[in-house]
């Protein structure tokens, strides 16, 4: 299974973009990208995905680099609700599976 | 829409004891997950159920972990005997299967901690 590679933590000031980086070098032509975000007690929520071109949803943007080789996830404007572990995941077309890293834990400052 | 219900949200038990527990995914969501998360770490999959079949256990430790899916709805996951090393956040998660971008919708968990 393709691997990604994230910064353990970030800190972001409330009301400001976020950009959250995520490295997949080993990345196929046939895996899509995921977001998940783990808020505190909480189990995971799918916040974006994507193939090749860039995505936006109500929740974030996502941008893809060409290559595909790395991917940004944006939050426009964070607010403390933000505050979460966000995990980049590379999922099989064909496949069920997501494996999860350690992500990143996001940190909102007030 | 109702979110995949978990229950109990904690549980304490000693070494070598049982411990089971219960999941029901979103109405129509035929594929069950069921994860193990140890602190610090991001979930990891134990066994996947397409309505109630196993699709895939390969990281269950079968020695001590069982799990079944009676039905195609419900699912429970037990342990016996559990063991320190257990004690972790237990998510369960389900879909409408299929590959691609089909997103998984998980329950809020269970805190199982082994003493």
């Known amino acids: 299974d393709a691997k990604t590679t994230q910064p353990n933590s970030m800190e972001s000031n409330e009301e400001e973009p976020v950009h959250l980086p995520c490295n997949h070098s080993?990345?196929?032509?046939?895996?899509?990208i995921h977001w998940y975000r783990q808020l505190p007690s909480q189990g995971p929520e799918y916040v974006i995905h994507g193939l090749t071109s860039n995505v936006n949803n109500r929740m974030a943007s996502l941008a893809i680099a060409e290559d595909r080789k790395s991917s940004t996830l944006i939050l426009h404007r964070a607010t403390l609700r933000d505050a979460a572990v966000y995990y980049c995941?590379?999922?099989?077309?064909?496949?069920?599976?997501?494996?999860f890293g350690s992500g990143t834990r996001l940190l909102v400052r007030p | 829409e109702a979110g995949v219900a978990q229950s109990p949200r904690y549980k304490i038990i000693e070494k070598r004891q049982s411990v089971a527990f219960w999941c029901n995914p979103i109405s129509g969501h035929a594929t069950l997950y069921w994860y193990q998360q140890i602190l610090g770490q991001g979930p990891k999959l134990l066994i996947q159920?397409?309505?109630?079949?196993?699709?895939?256990d390969s990281q269950l430790p079968k020695d001590r972990f069982s799990a079944e899916r009676l039905k195609g709805v419900d699912s429970t996951l037990k342990i016996q005997p559990a063991k320190l090393e257990d004690s972790a956040v237990y998510l369960c998660?389900?879909?409408?299967?299929?590959?691609?971008?089909?997103?998984?919708?998980f329950g809020p968990g269970t805190r199982l901690t082994v003493l």
């Open positions: 159920f397409q309505n109630n079949g196993v699709v895939d």
């Open positions: 080993t990345i196929s032509g046939t895996d899509y």
């Open positions: 995941i590379l999922k099989m077309d064909s496949s069920y599976k997501l494996i």
């Open positions: 998660a389900s879909n409408s299967g299929g590959g691609g971008y089909n997103e998984q919708f």
